[in-house]
């Protein structure tokens, strides 16, 4: 499947895909889901999957991060088989973070909302 962005409230495209946070930008790039499994699923599964994990971990940074800025890029590939999902993450690091802070904070979020999802879907 193709790779999907992200649609930016009017304040975080204001800041741009290139913006720096107060510590600098970093891409993070990670997996949810199982990459070793042989299952298959339908691609309305991984959907589900997918919708039910990107949307409100989003949402739930947003809140945490005061906006949507300190994320001026997401990009998420899928795949059928496992199900997994890649999601590649620009991240600007906000004042008071680190990037390991910020990397570990979305991490629990996407890998929590998917595992969540998943154990009700599959």
Known sequence: ???????????????????????????????VGDEQSERTVSAEVVA???????????????????GDAWCPEIKTHTSR???????????AVQRGETQASMSQRIRAEFTSRWDQEAGRLL
């Open 1 to 31: 499947m193709g790779w999907f962005g992200r649609q930016k409230s009017a304040r975080g495209k204001e800041a741009g895909a290139g913006a720096a946070g107060p510590g600098g930008v970093f891409l993070l790039v990670l997996a």
């Open 48 to 66: 589900q999957l997918v919708g039910a994990t990107k949307g409100p971990a989003l949402a739930a940074l947003d809140r945490y991060f005061g």
């Open 81 to 91: 088989q496992g199900p997994c999902a890649y999601f590649a993450v620009t991240v």
